[in-house]
């Protein structure tokens, strides 16, 4: 069978291809944005509405998908995901106008809000246990590239019109590339074995398994049988999620709405406008700092794929949390104290710092954990709704970090505050809430959520 000869880095390299679109589309719109609004001459308003308006697309986009692909498994999904892609880029890029411009973000949206649901999952239920964090973390590194793949687009078409259309419509239209790829990657990786499973798909399954983990000196009929065990379990459709998969459903959520409170987007998306209006750097630097800002993320992220199976999820998290409460505490008393002049260097080197703590830890983890933590029975529905929570959290965070800015008077120590505040907290989410997973296997995971619960309502009854 063809896909045995497709090697396992391939599979996931392409199986995260969605994340590379996420960044792409979150990072391209700073660059592309004035640019648009001096086109169709728009007003401010109607410019915020054209970066936000991906954000709402891809809340609806999360949440709607996660019961489909239970019902017709991830790839199909990836598909459709990747069609929309296409479909979202083609239209962004030949955009008439205020309202087609908006269609077009909300189908893009719509398909970075679909393929944020459903490749975590889908990396998860595909990844070895003793390998699961690295390969997870490809994800994140794919949203890193992205991201710095859309400051790439941005520098290298600025100014040029080429074949009569503007240079917008070019940094817009280079996402129909890792559509395209995605769209062809989607056809030929192979379906989740525990989506399979779950479907009576047993034979198909094994051929997956045994394709994935040859080579790996790991037993698929070992996995395959652990995978039946969960399947045959006696479910509860939905309700787990409110019954004893809800400390997952409460995790996945506190994760990732505490990964937008503490700040990042308001560092990739709108960090060169602080430094223009903080500090007073001039129009022209802005593009370079986007650019530094998305190398040292993405560097540090390509830390995390490594060391991600090395140490346990919960201290990766704790170290990210305190250095980010450090760094942005620091960052906000400097800016009250210091002069603006004085403050500008150390608020850089404390960003990096930031970005270092949040590229190692929260980025990967939060988007790995919601694929690992969910039943096999509800996983899609449950990392529909923690990633439904991001592009939520996303969407606030993004809307007020302006208005919080303008009322500091454009001290960035008044918004850091407020972050530095929800990445303290999150140093007590981490120790008290959020379960370990490292070298588990999905099965046992599970198991061990069911068993807790079990112990749970026998306590309650005796009391
Ligand atoms: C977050 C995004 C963020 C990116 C930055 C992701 O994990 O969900 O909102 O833009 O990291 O690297």
Excluded at 330 to 356: D, E, G, H, R, W
Aim: hydrophobic letters at 50%.
């Amino acid at each position: 069978m063809q896909r045995r000869h497709l090697s396992t880095f391939f599979i996931f390299v392409f199986g995260a291809l969605g994340g590379l679109l996420f960044g792409f589309d979150t990072g391209i719109i700073s660059g592309a944005s004035p640019l648009i609004e001096a086109n169709f001459n728009l007003n401010v308003e109607q410019t915020g509405f054209i970066v936000s308006s991906v954000l709402i697309g891809s809340s609806i986009g999360a949440l709607s998908i996660g019961s489909l692909s239970d019902k017709y498994g991830r790839k199909k999904l990836l598909l459709l995901a990747s069609i929309l892609f296409i479909i979202g880029s083609a239209a962004a890029m030949f955009a008439q106008g205020f309202i087609s411009m908006i269609i077009a973000r909300i189908i893009l949206g719509f398909a970075v809000g679909s393929a944020s649901a459903l490749t975590p999952a889908y990396l998860a239920e595909l990844a070895d246990a003793p390998h699961r964090g690295s390969l997870g973390t490809m994800f994140q590194l794919m949203i890193t590239l992205g991201i710095l793949l859309a400051y790439a687009s941005n520098l290298g078409f600025l100014h040029h019109n080429l074949l009569g259309l503007r240079d917008w419509r070019w940094m817009l239209g280079s996402a129909l590339i890792p559509s395209v790829i995605l769209f062809v990657g989607s056809i030929v990786l192979p379906e989740s074995p525990r989506y399979l499973v779950e479907k009576g798909k047993i034979d198909e399954a094994r051929d997956v398994l045994h394709g994935l983990r040859a080579g790996t000196g790991e037993d698929p009929d070992k996995e395959l049988s652990d995978i039946q065990e969960i399947a045959n379990q006696p479910k509860g459709g939905l309700k787990e999620l409110v019954t004893f998969a809800r400390p997952a459903v409460i995790v996945a959520v506190c994760l990732m709405f505490l990964q937008q409170l503490v700040g990042i987007n308001s560092i990739i998306y709108f960090l060169p406008q602080v430094f223009i209006k903080g500090f007073g750097f001039a129009e022209s630097d802005a593009i370079w700092i986007s650019v530094g800002i998305g190398v040292v993320n993405f560097l540090c992220t390509l830390l995390a794929y490594k060391i991600m199976d090395k140490f346990n999820r919960k201290t990766i998290l704790l170290f990210g949390s305190i250095v980010m409460t450090i760094a942005i505490g620091t960052l906000s008393v400097l800016n009250f104290t210091l002069s603006v002049k004085q403050a500008a260097v150390p608020t850089m080197i404390l960003i990096a710092v930031y970005i270092f703590g949040f590229a190692v830890s929260w980025g990967p983890i939060c988007w790995l954990m919601i694929g690992e933590i969910f039943p096999l029975n509800v996983r899609g529905v449950g990392t529909s709704i923690g990633s439904a929570a991001n592009w939520i959290g996303n969407f606030i965070v993004s809307q007020f970090f302006l208005v919080l800015l303008a009322a500091f008077n454009n001290n960035v120590g008044g918004p850091f505050a407020v972050f530095a505040f929800f990445a303290f907290i999150s140093i007590f989410f981490v120790i008290y809430m959020v379960p370990e997973t490292r070298g588990k296997t999905l099965e046992e995971i599970e198991l061990e959520m069911r068993a807790k619960s079990k112990t749970k309502a026998t306590t309650n009854q005796s009391n």
